[in-house]
């Protein structure tokens, strides 16, 4: 069997899973939903905002740095999604424009790792900026059971 037509359709499926990944993530980080937006990224009623509260100790002080740097981080998250979504509609012109040839595959390919790389990065950095608002106590409680928040809020998205 020639490998040539196998190659093409297993790019063209890591392309869709890639597209798919993005637009997973949008709904994961701007929500499904204005009644989901509210309750999940208002502070002390957030998911991540309890957890913050009653498992790692945040303060009132605290919860209020952390609602800042969220509301800011989800801001410029929503300005990244308009590029991207402007940057996807060219990527795809291009593709269609090449006619869909193995070589613009690979770029389009390329370009929706890099870009899905930007969103993660900058997803980490958010995490560590929630983290630098940690005392030094506090620290070790975040570090141990963070990741558990975002399998919690995954979980809930999907009974959604």
């Known amino acids: 069997m020639n490998e040539q037509p196998k190659s093409k359709v297993l790019i063209i499926i890591i392309g869709i899973l890639l597209i798919a990944n993005i637009v997973m993530l949008g709904f994961f980080l701007a929500g499904a939903g204005d009644h989901n937006q509210k309750r999940e990224h208002s502070g002390k009623n957030s998911y991540v905002g309890e957890y913050l509260e009653k498992e790692v100790g945040f303060n009132a002080d605290q919860l209020a740095r952390y609602d800042s740097l969220s509301k800011l981080h989800r801001e410029e998250m929503k300005a990244t999604f308009g590029e991207l979504s402007t940057k996807r509609k060219r990527t795809f012109e291009a593709l269609a424009a090449a006619s869909f040839s193995d070589s613009a595959i ?44 975002f399998r919690k809020r995954s979980e809930t998205h999907k009974e959604k």
């Not at 370009?111 to 560590?128: G, P, T």
């Open 106 to 149: 690979n770029n389009a390919a390329n370009e929706m790792h890099d870009r899905q790389a930007v969103l993660e990065l900058s997803q980490l950095r958010h995490v560590k900026e929630i983290r630098d608002i940690c005392t030094e106590g506090q620290l070790r409680r975040f570090d141990t059971g963070f990741y558990k928040i």
